[in-house]
């Protein structure tokens, strides 16, 4: 079956200009997670979807980051007004059931550049 | 404050020979690890886990150790293989509160395992 997929792949923007990233989990999955790599760093968290729970936004670094699941299945991070520091690789990952010791199957990733 | 601590960022072993990745944790609280392999241009795959009630898992080549006392933790591979050459992160789970399915990472120790 078709794992998660993330689009684009790259995205190149100018410093103030607002970015969407999408994420398509595995079919039938309930928890998608969102995770950041900035150079040289881990996978850092930003936000967590369970089914129909409110999100857990802990992990988002600043109000200028938002994200929205439609229909417990397509996620969007959105960005606005990006800075250089948000320059990263963003990286969705879905569960079954979001449960604790369950496997998260992660999307390839986008690679975002802000000049 | 990194949570989990990778201290070496790239090891280089000959192949056949035992490949040893470390991690070290600071918070206690956490009762499940994982580690999680990633090739360029792809996003992470799961490797191999341990609950804290356990101080060994094995899986094939693949065997995870972890310290409680310690706090650490590693992943031992043997025999390597060229095509284990790869970036392997460490993480650890909460598996109560608002830690719930989160994964924490380390930055990542870049293995290359030379034929």
């Known amino acids: 079956g078709a794992g998660v997929s993330q689009s684009p792949s790259n995205k190149v923007t100018e410093k103030g200009k607002d970015v969407e990233l999408r994420c398509d989990p595995i079919s039938g999955h309930t928890a998608l997670y969102w995770y950041r790599q900035s150079l040289g760093q881990g996978l850092e968290f930003l936000i967590y979807?369970?089914?129909?729970?409110?999100?857990?936004k802990s992990g988002l670094p600043s109000d200028r980051f938002s994200a929205e699941r439609t229909g417990g299945s397509v996620s969007t991070l959105t960005i606005q007004r990006t800075q250089q520091e948000d320059s990263a690789v963003y990286l969705c990952?879905?569960?079954?059931?979001?449960?604790?010791?369950?496997?998260?199957?992660f999307g390839p990733g986008t690679r975002l550049l802000v000049l | 404050d990194q949570q989990v601590k990778q201290n070496s960022p790239s090891l280089s072993v000959q192949e056949g020979r035992i490949s040893i990745l470390n991690c070290d944790y600071t918070n206690s609280m956490f009762d499940y690890f994982l580690w999680y392999k990633k090739y360029p241009a792809e996003g992470p795959t799961f490797l191999i886990s341990i609950s804290s009630i356990k101080d060994k898992n094995e899986d094939g080549r693949f065997t995870v150790f972890l310290n409680k006392s310690a706090k650490h933790l590693s992943l031992h591979i043997v025999p390597s293989q060229p095509g284990d050459s790869a970036v392997y992160f460490c993480?650890?789970?909460?598996?109560?509160?608002?830690?719930?399915?989160?994964?924490?990472f380390g930055q990542g120790t870049i293995l290359t395992v030379h034929p």
């Open positions: 979807f369970q089914g129909n729970s409110a999100p857990d």
């Open positions: 993480a650890q789970e909460g598996t109560g509160g608002t830690s719930y399915g989160k994964l924490t």
């Open positions: 990952a879905s569960s079954l059931n979001g449960g604790g010791q369950e496997t998260q199957y």
